[in-house]
């Protein structure tokens, strides 16, 4: 389990920055096409060096913690490259990132950085919904020998297709932070009001039918 310390205090640097912003009234449309009262972007976490520190130092923990030391650290293209690299330089280890899709020009790399088959590695994502994009990157890697001792990210929605995605993909995951925690930081500092919490849960458990408030 995370720290429930740092799970509630990255929710609310989170919420603070407005890098997660809460609307069950006003909901967000995805890009899938989904309804969300919830819209994440953890790269604004970037402009703030404390939050940006404390996020680095919480990831970088949890890789020593339940990991060890890798041979070498994954970000995901493009929004886990930033926090991605800020862990390696932490660890002292190499950094590498990996596209959503191999380049059409040039050496057409799909991996970009310095790796040897064989290494150990750990994966860092900045957001976690379904997780198939974020089990591509790891495929990507497994297609290169390199293995793949697990993923680590910002935060999770905790969406039951992510938890059986990523177990039958055989890789572990971690999440700094989750919806669960978040919502409990957003109504103790009121960010929302206790007769939104149901229909925030009532979103969680099924993504793709809610349609709002």
């Known amino acids: 389990m995370i720290e429930k310390d740092t799970a509630h205090t990255i929710a609310e640097q989170l ?72 862990v390696a330089e932490a660890l002292g280890l190499p950094f590498c990132y990996v596209r959503s899709t191999p380049k059409d020009h040039g050496l057409k790399n799909q991996i970009e950085g310095d790796y040897a088959a064989n290494q150990s590695c750990v994966v860092i994502e900045d957001l976690i919904s379904t997780g198939k994009s974020s089990l591509a990157t790891v495929e990507a890697l497994r297609k290169e020998k390199i293995i793949v001792k697990g993923m680590v990210s910002i935060f999770s929605y905790g969406f039951e297709d992510a938890v059986n995605n990523f177990k039958n993909a055989n890789c572990v995951l971690y999440s700094l932070c989750n919806y669960e925690v978040l919502l409990e930081e957003a109504l103790a500092k009121k960010y929302i009001k206790p007769e939104q919490l149901s229909t925030l849960r009532d979103w969680r458990i099924s993504p793709s039918t809610w349609m709002g408030a």
Not at 16 to 41: H, M, N, R, V
Not at 61 to 83: H, M, N, Q, S, Y
């Open 15 to 86: 919420l603070q920055i407005k890098a997660i912003k809460l609307q069950p009234s006003e909901p967000f449309t995805w890009a899938s096409g989904w309804k969300s009262p919830i819209y994440c972007d953890n790269r604004k976490s970037l402009g703030y060096p404390k939050i940006r520190t404390f996020i680095r130092q919480s990831l970088a923990k949890l890789i020593e913690e339940r990991f060890g030391k890798p041979d070498l650290i994954a970000g995901v293209a493009t929004a886990a490259i930033a926090p991605g690299v800020l």
